[in-house]
């Protein structure tokens, strides 16, 4: 028998996780909510049809936080079947510039297309214009200790 993937699957080993339709896309947009990533890890290959960001990610997953400082891995996060980027609000040409992700919606368009919209800190956003809804989120590094020691915060 076999059941579907669950958030605390990941506890203590790398994710490889893929959203094929909007409930998985909410479980990858919790695990990559608050992640940072410069500008110049966001790459678009056209031929391919492949957005991929190479981001540090808080694991919000890590149920050992109360016993361990917080900790971030580097995870590469792809969209497949990208027929289209525009971006709002980024200075692109600022390679220093430092991104952080908030949230990722699907908008369905005429089965299966539609846009998915990664909105960022600071009012910016990226919109990929998709053939199809394909995310993948796979962790590359071990986890290390967070620079600012703390969770993210949510304050209004």
């Not at 893929?18 to 031929?47: C, H, N, W």
């Not at 960001?53 to 919000?60: A, E, K, T, V």
């Not at 846009?115 to 989120?137: M, N, P, Q, S, Y």
């Amino acid at each position: 028998m076999s059941r579907d993937a669950s958030f605390e699957d990941g506890a203590e080993r790398p994710l490889n996780l893929g959203a094929m339709d909007t409930d998985d896309l909410k479980v990858i947009s919790a695990l990559v909510q608050d992640a940072v990533f410069p500008i110049t890890e966001m790459k678009y290959d056209r031929k391919a049809r492949r957005f991929a960001l190479l981001i540090n990610r808080f694991r919000w997953e890590d149920k050992s936080r109360a016993r361990h400082a917080p900790e971030r891995v580097q995870a590469l996060l792809a969209f497949d079947t990208v027929l289209g980027v525009a971006t709002q609000g980024l200075e692109r040409d600022d390679k220093e510039t430092v991104l952080s992700l908030l949230t990722m919606e699907w908008d369905a368009g005429e089965t299966p297309s539609g846009k998915l919209v990664l909105t960022l800190a600071g009012d910016g956003a990226i919109r990929l214009d998709c053939e199809a809804l394909e995310v993948t989120l796979k962790d590359v590094t071990r986890p290390y200790v967070a620079p600012s020691k703390k969770t993210p915060s949510h304050e209004s």
